[in-house]
């Protein structure tokens, strides 16, 4: 007996064994519904005794087990039941002797036989005969159990005979020596009649009698042969044959004890029985209440219980002793390893693991010779169930994965790769190892990773030689992703190339592959490749941002809250990640998603096809293929996408394809990202300007960068240069821009000084079309009179809308900041006037500084050019004609009213100064770098040079010979005759002027300092020197006239002195007590008398 | 002298696992991974039995071929020093218990228990 049942358990001593064998031609499935109809009946209540009789079918026995019938009784094959198919009855000899040939294999162990013959009909099946049946077809055989349970107790009947028989044969016959087969020679020659092989013969006879009576269902009885057994042959030193009147006396007291049977799930053999026992156990333990159940006349019953039964603890005492015999004859290997699994059976009952698991090492050992392959991995799978049985699932898992192993082992020809493959998946939980990714996404992983490692590296090479190449790419990807933290940086580098190789031919996608098992193999996202750190939707570019209008913005927060304000939060407090993102995307723009990844692999890695997972609105989304660096700390990756529809979006994740395995990544399984939000609104299209500007752009960022600019243009600039500036829009989005509105504002300068610029540009709206170019003169020019480098910064702004966006209410901004460098040109270091001969005109005379570093000129209207060096000082003198500042327009009283006084006086300043600068047109030119502009006097200018700059509001016209006479005009008269002169006094002021007291002068001037006033005989004065003038009312004229007789020839000069008479006579009081002197600047006159003609006098 | 040694967290996974002939480490894996069976058996019986006394000796946890699997052993030098040894690295305040051991005190001392490779 070399092949042993593990599936044997310790009730199968009571059962009688009857083999279903098929003879001739029987298709499979019709063999095998008739086996289970047959194998149905496996317990019979035999009707007179009350006894039960238990039957053990096969369809497979091999005739050498029988042979050891005598050892052990229920392994003799006592029934045989023949299924066969006979067409006709031509066939019937054939079949019969078939039959009989088949009855022959076991005949010596038979009680009894049947033939089922299906498919004859007519004559032949008409005769009845008690060991045919005939039916017409498979189908049609509705009395098989009827004929199986007659055929069971004809068994019965044969059994019981010979029980009795054995047990009634007393020691008046000789006892036959009962052997097992390899025993057989070793007897050879013995002495029969010796006292010890009595004994032996009488004890083993025992035994035999005491499986007899277990299998009649005498349990009692057979208690009580086995003890005797025991003993009989424990004095004659009978290993084998004590080990099994021991293990005999075990099953028994199992049987009793444990009436539902220890074969834990093989009990489904025979539920009925199971069950039935099962229910009036409790009356079976209890004495007395044996009758229903129990046997018949056996009186022993009540008595032998207590004393002939072993006690639970004794039965695994008397198994160990009963293997421990076994174990000595190397021959009986089989039957102490079936020991062995009984035993262990019964101990997963007691739930006595740690003995069983003893047990069970020893039938590790157990060598049972050569064992084939088939055998070895039935071996290891058995041993796996009895370690699962008694609680060792990780024991139970090792052996299952020997048994795997066993399959493909080398040594087979046809490796067997989807059992290995079957029976890997079923070590898995042994190895608390799930195949789900999402038991592994919560915190760090914790288990054997060495070992599972292995596992997984097995299951994936079992599935590829199964010829599932995406079942190996899953297993792969799982290993990756789960044991990723494991893997040596050669593991890693190895595992990714294979699972590229494999994904070469199969692809690994997001589906989940259901096995023929119907376990389900979930789909194991790249989470790891690479880590995903944070997550975070980026807000437009500046100038993309969408504004919503103020006015509209009201409305809508009203649509939301009857109140104007509630300080309760109007939706709920939800996951960080549901929030709502406090900007706008805009549909048909381009819109980021920045995540923070990087790579935890030893190599680049290469990341395809990454994009984003959006719900909510309609989103074209724009893969991004990358490549991280080995080892990369966090490396920022930006997706993007482009909403096509208006409304509320979620970025749920992210997908990707890694090593061929496209992944979906959802952000709600991956705990460790972070983010602020993944939801945001997509407004409705708006136009999109794109601005360029004819100056190069600046990188640098305005000082006050407390706004973010679109773009900003930088330009250096000499004080008083000019620099055009063109901005060119152009709409590059798919909306009609339909408003624009420009503002313009400079922010000060850091230093503080208020600078007087002039503003860029005035508002002005325009409706544009796209594509449409406008430019606004943007210009600007400054005046600062200090020697370093000073900033000028300002801002322009366009904000526009149009379209589905405008609707909404919603524009868009799109600032330029505009920073000029000024850097010193030429300054006045000083700045005074001289009077010029006329009275309306002065000589302005300006220190000139060159503060650049090149040779420039300075030029200014009606004069010479001025060539001044790098640092070099000149003075300027310029002739100017005095101003007028009246001239200059009023503030209006409303400006006057809301405006500072100093404001006023400031501006009233600088309108003069414009005055006098546009007038003076002092421009410098750098020739060396083609830099030219203009240079203002505006700072160095004092009240002083301002009053000597003004016209006087007293106006004094001189005629002389009604001609009028200024500084340098020389008035021609002839000696003799009367000279008039006319003195006219316009008074421009406001107020009332006068009276004033005008006295002539006339004098010579010798042209060397010496002025001769005593020309009482040269010059006399027709009428009065002195004139008087009354009050003169703003705006109207007076008009003195007199008259002068030159009586000599000469150049004389006339001096108008002048006295005002508005107030007192006080001294020194002559310029008047408000009126400035200058106001009073009357022309000298210089007058050449000339000889008449004599032609007149001779 | 020990061939392998392993810390095993109460979850049943390893904390610390260490053997001498490196080629074949994974061998010892399933050995240390299979013999866990035994000490939960151990553990439970144990529970069932005594509560009060904890017993921390499970002795021999079963033999293979070629090793014997000892449990904890309180009354062997041996296990003292490796229990001191844990003892120390679970009162390190930067070790989060439940992590593997990485500790190289800890990693010094199963090594003097280590059988010496040659």
Redo the contacts between chains.
Sequence with gaps: MSVPDYMQCAEDHQTVLVVVQPVGIVPEDQFFRIYKRIASVAQVSIRDSQRNLYIRYRHHYLPENNDWGDFQTHRKVVGLICVTTCGSGKEWPQTSERFHGQKEVFGATLYDSRLLVFGLQGEIAEQQRTDVAFYPSYDDCPDVEKKVEDFVESIFIVLESKRLDRATDKSGDKIPLLCVPFEKKDFVGLDTDSRHYKKRCQGRMRKHVGDLCLQAGMLQDALVHYHMAVELLRSVNDFLWLGAALEGLCSASVIFHYPGGTAGKAAGRNPSAAQGQAADAGKRHRPGALTTNGISADTSSEIGRAKNCLSPEDIIEKYKEAISYYGKYKNAGVIELEACVKAVRVLAIQKRAMEASEFLQNAVYINLGQLSEEEKIQRYSILSELYYLIGFHRKSAFFKRVAAMQCVAPTIPEPGWRACYKLLLETLPGYSLSLDPKDFSKGAHRGWAAVQMRLLHELVYASRRMGNPGLSVRHLSFLLQTMLDFLSDQEKKEVTQSLENYTSKCPGGMEVITLPDGLRLHPVPFTKLPIVRSVKLLDLPVSLRPHKQKGLMENSMSTKSPFIYSPIIMHNRGEERNKKIDFQWVQGDVCEVQLMVYNPMPFELRVENMGLLTSGVEFESLPAALSLPAESGLYPVTLVGVPRTAGNITVNGYHTSVFGVTSDCLLDSLTSVRTSGCLVEVIPSLPRLQLSTSLPRSAHPLQPSKEELSSSVSVQLFNGETQQLTITLENIGSEDLETLEITSKISNTKDGISVTGLPISSPLRQVLKPRAETRPPGSESSKTDYNHVKMLEAVMTFKYSGGAGKVEGYYRDLTLGLHVDVEPSVFFTRVSTLPATSTRQCHLLLDVFNSTEHELTVSAQNNQDLVLHASECQRMAIQVDKFDFDTLPQPDQETVRYTSLKLLEEERLHAQASMINSTLGITWDIPSVRRKGEASVEGVLNQLVLDHLQLAPLQWDVMVNGKPCDCDIIADCKVGDAVPLEVKLTNRSKNTVGPFALTVVPFQDYQNGVQNYDLQDAVTFIGSNTFYIDTVNPSEESLCLGALLFLYSGDFYLNIKFQDDSVGKEPGAGQGKELPLSWFGLPSIHIRAQEAPMEAGA | MAVCIAVI?K????LY?RSVPTQN??KF??TV??S???V???IS?VGKAMADQRELYLGLL??TEDYKVYGYVTNSKMFRKLHNSFTDVMCNPFYNP??TIQSKAFDGMVSVMMVQAS
């Design positions: 967290a979850e049943n996974y390893p696992i480490e994974l894996h399933y991974h299979t866990l069976d035994v939960e058996e151990k019986a079963y033999p439940g992590d």
